[in-house]
């Protein structure tokens, strides 16, 4: 099904297009793309709430500059839709996410309208005005635009970005988009601050006032530039010190302005073209704008999946029986379940209570869980403070989001042997949310560190599990991964069992070849073996659960009894799972011949699990096929 653009939309091929239209057409325009917007996304799925609340200022940010040579800069690339439809990607909008189709983000070999790519938040202001100052450097003049969002400002490069602006003279304009929500709602002092500015009543009255007197002030002749900024700063000073947050870092603030009002949008950012240095427009805006319910539950149609547009209704499977639930929940309602029988349990997550179920245990018991914003660091050093006064933290980071806290979990957790619990959600493959989401090196860059234990469970009742164990005694930095969607035991909320630290297990014995797995893929393995039983094929499988420690007895019994072994893992086969057997068998002088499955040495792209996990050889077929070659018998055509 593809989806018509309306009639101005439709003669939109590329930002030139759009600049050719009359300003008094641009409403339509808006109103043509927010739909289109909302008829795929209903249809296909994706990000929605957040690319429907800036249609406006996508439209008034492509009419004004001269993209792609004036750079424009998209922070996390949740909202890009609209900025990708206008970008000559509308007819084939429809294979966002899909496999093989364009990217849900901003992808630098996409289209050279993707300035920069982005998924993790935070970064615009650092790159955009890392290409101002390019620019600078080769004499181009140039417009470089960072748009970003009020909880992407929380993260701490956000800041390091600002504060290194104010001290250049860049052509740098950084659109602060305000809509008081990431994927859930902000939390934290900037967030107050925001609110503060956009509802001081004094402020815009007079701010307003100011502005209308500089529009007649050209008379006062040379000294109109000194006479204006000398009134904008004392209104500022005067009555809204807060204003001076960005002042202080000397970044000219402008705003708060209506981010939907299209003409308003396109005069002052005109306006902006022509001062010169780095400077903030505040854009106040609503995400979901446009589709009254998800304007009304933001964090629900964030992403919805697939919904009729007209009732609103979320499309959901329905089956015949009990299904598994997914990790996250799992995790969340476990964590609230240890902690009603350990007081000394907080939970920490940076900024997706919703995306990793903490939000369980915000509901049942606010006063020990915190969101810290999006800010991974910070949640890291946080949980560490934690964990010097005898707290017992887990901390909740997406794998992929857990890399930008690597020097905090080193320096701050491992070297000082603190107990942290890091429960590192979308291990592995995320699937559609592509290669800035894919969990991919947690395991080798964890595994790596001393004093780190490294764990994975291959069900719901080892997460449990594994949960349950780390809590009990003082075993230091312990990391649990998971991956993203459901399970595979419908009745998982079984008694809690201690795990012996560095224990694998013996899933079932075979003949031949033995493969060894960590975490939720291992699952695949009983497909396999019912591929190969055909072919009088009959391997053992064992589950290791930890990476670090390994466990050298159960290693030790399969290197005795097979000369063939396969390792499966859902993470990079780089200094992964696979890597740290064949170290096991290198040091104590065995001789095998192993086949390592996992994620490759090469960027993969979006699509969904089981198709990326075929796509890589360690799907259920790929296993069965390293089976096969070990024994040197080629699958039958």
Not at 310 to 324: L, M, V
Request: proline share 5%; aromatic share 8%; with cysteine.
């Amino acid at each position: 099904m593809i989806i018509k653009p309306g009639k101005l939309l439709g003669s939109i091929q590329e930002p030139a297009d759009l600049r050719r239209k009359d300003r008094s057409e641009l409403y339509q325009v808006c109103e043509e793309l927010r739909q289109f917007i909302i008829d795929n996304v209903s249809v296909y799925g994706g990000h929605f709430g957040a690319s429907l609340g800036v249609v406006e200022l996508t439209v008034a940010l492509h009419y004004v500059f001269n993209t792609p040579e004036d750079q424009l800069v998209w922070d996390v690339g949740h909202q890009a839709y609209g900025h990708k439809i206008l970008t000559g990607r509308r007819e084939k909008f429809h294979t966002n996410r899909f496999y093989k189709g364009i990217s849900g983000f901003p992808k630098r070999k996409e289209s050279n309208y993707d300035t920069f790519g982005v998924g993790h938040s935070s970064t615009s202001i650092s790159a955009a005005l890392g290409m101002a100052v390019a620019n600078q450097y080769q004499h181009k003049d140039l417009q470089h635009i960072a748009v970003i969002g009020d909880g992407a400002m929380t993260g701490g490069i956000a800041f390091e970005g600002m504060n290194h602006a104010g001290f250049t003279n860049s052509n740098l304009l950084i659109i602060l988009n305000d809509n008081c929500m990431s994927i859930d709602p902000n939390v934290g002092a900037l967030k107050d601050y925001l609110t503060d500015i956009t509802t001081s009543h004094t402020y815009n009255k007079m701010r307003d006032e100011v502005w209308k007197l500089l529009g007649k002030i050209s008379k006062f002749g040379p000294n109109a530039q000194e006479i204006a900024s000398k009134i904008e700063n004392g209104l500022k000073s005067t009555l809204l010190r807060q204003s001076n947050l960005f002042e202080s870092l000397k970044l000219r603030y402008f705003g708060p302005i209506d981010g939907h009002d299209i003409n308003h949008l396109v005069s002052v950012l005109e306006d902006l073209k022509s001062i010169p240095g780095p400077k903030i427009l505040h854009c106040v805006t609503v995400k979901g704008k446009g589709y009254a319910l998800a304007e009304k539950d933001q964090t629900k149609w964030h992403a919805p999946g697939l919904f009729d547009k007209i009732t609103g209704e979320i499309y959901k499977k329905t089956y015949d029986s009990p299904q598994p639930p997914k990790y996250q929940d799992v995790f969340g309602h476990t964590l609230v379940e240890l902690a009603k029988q350990n007081e000394k349990i907080i939970g920490v997550t940076p900024a997706m209570p919703s995306g990793c179920s903490m939000n369980i245990m915000m509901k049942e018991m606010p006063e020990r869980a915190f969101d810290v914003g999006i800010a991974e660091q910070h949640a890291v050093t946080f949980s560490a403070g934690m964990a010097t006064q005898g707290i017992i933290p887990f901390c909740n980071i997406y794998s992929t989001f857990m890399q930008r806290a690597y020097d905090q979990v080193i320096h701050d957790v491992c070297l000082q042997e603190l107990p942290v619990i890091f429960c590192m959600d979308r291990a592995g493959f995320a699937g559609a949310d592509g290669p800035t989401h894919h969990g991919a090196y947690d395991i080798a860059y964890m595994r790596c560190l001393p004093n780190m234990i490294v764990s994975a469970p291959m069900n719901e009742q080892e997460l449990r599990n594994l949960m349950y164990t780390a809590q009990l005694h003082n075993h230091g930095p312990f990391s649990i991964r998971y991956p993203r969607g459901n399970g595979m035991m419908p009745d998982w909320k079984t008694p809690f069992e201690e795990i012996e630290i560095g224990k694998g297990r013996k899933i079932c014995d075979g003949e031949e070849v033995a493969i060894l797995t960590i975490g939720h893929i291992g699952n695949y393995v009983t497909e396999s073996r019912k591929m190969l039983a055909a072919e009088d094929l009959s391997p053992a499988h064992y589950d290791l659960r930890f990476v670090k420690p390994l466990d050298k007895e159960l290693l030790h019994e399969v290197f005795s009894r097979y000369t063939k072994i396969v390792t499966v893992e859902d993470g990079c086969v780089m200094g992964g799972f696979g890597s740290a057997v064949l170290e096991f068998m290198a040091d104590h002088g065995y001789s095998a011949k192993v086949i390592r499955l996992g994620i490759p040495d090469a960027v993969i792209e979006h699509g969904e699990q089981i198709e990326l996990h075929d796509e890589c050889g360690f799907g259920p077929k790929g296993i069965a096929e390293a089976v096969r070659t070990l024994v040197a018998r080629p699958v039958a055509v």
